[in-house]
């Protein structure tokens, strides 16, 4: 993840018009968050809403799988409109740094955003829109980060003495 490109964004036509006019109330305010989410949207490819390749493509109400400056834990979380965000263990809201860099992004991409003071990178693993189970799947799953298991599957737990 060294030195990414930026990557191309899609978007359903229904998130793109409702993004657009979000982003723009925030950047008529001043908002450096919402003018970083109206660049990413003045750039992005608008499709029909029901396109198939939206599959594996980021978009609003999804969950997504990602890396953040590899090495770190994998997470999933899901993107919501500001009204939506109730969780900052389980929502990423459109309208942070993070947000705005995660619209629009296809299963593969890396993108970097600035939060924090720093520069990070994200990398996009997977998207999902189905059951609600797959994405506890998804949370519960043992990833493996440079060759390490994050969870140790292979520990019995407690036993009486």
Request: aromatic letters at 8%.
């Amino acid at each position: 993840m060294n030195n990414p490109s930026i990557p191309d964004i899609t978007l359903p036509a229904s998130d793109h018009r409702r993004l657009e006019r979000l982003a723009r109330v925030g950047a008529d305010q001043g908002d450096l968050d919402a003018r970083f989410l109206l660049s990413e949207i003045n750039r992005a490819e608008i499709v029909p809403d029901r396109a198939a390749r939206l599959d594996n493509i980021v978009t609003m109400g999804s969950w997504v799988t990602f890396w953040i400056n590899l090495g770190f834990p994998r997470e999933t979380r899901q993107l919501v409109y500001p009204e939506d965000y109730t969780s900052e263990r389980t929502q990423i809201p459109v309208t942070s740094p993070f947000g705005a860099a995660l619209v629009g992004l296809k299963v593969g991409s890396e993108i970097p955003f600035f939060t924090a003071g720093r520069t990070n990178v994200v990398r996009i693993e997977r998207v999902s829109r189905g059951d609600p189970n797959d994405v506890v799947r998804a949370l519960f799953s043992n990833p493996v980060v440079q060759g390490q298991k994050l969870f140790d599957d292979d520990d019995p737990g407690p036993s009486a003495a």
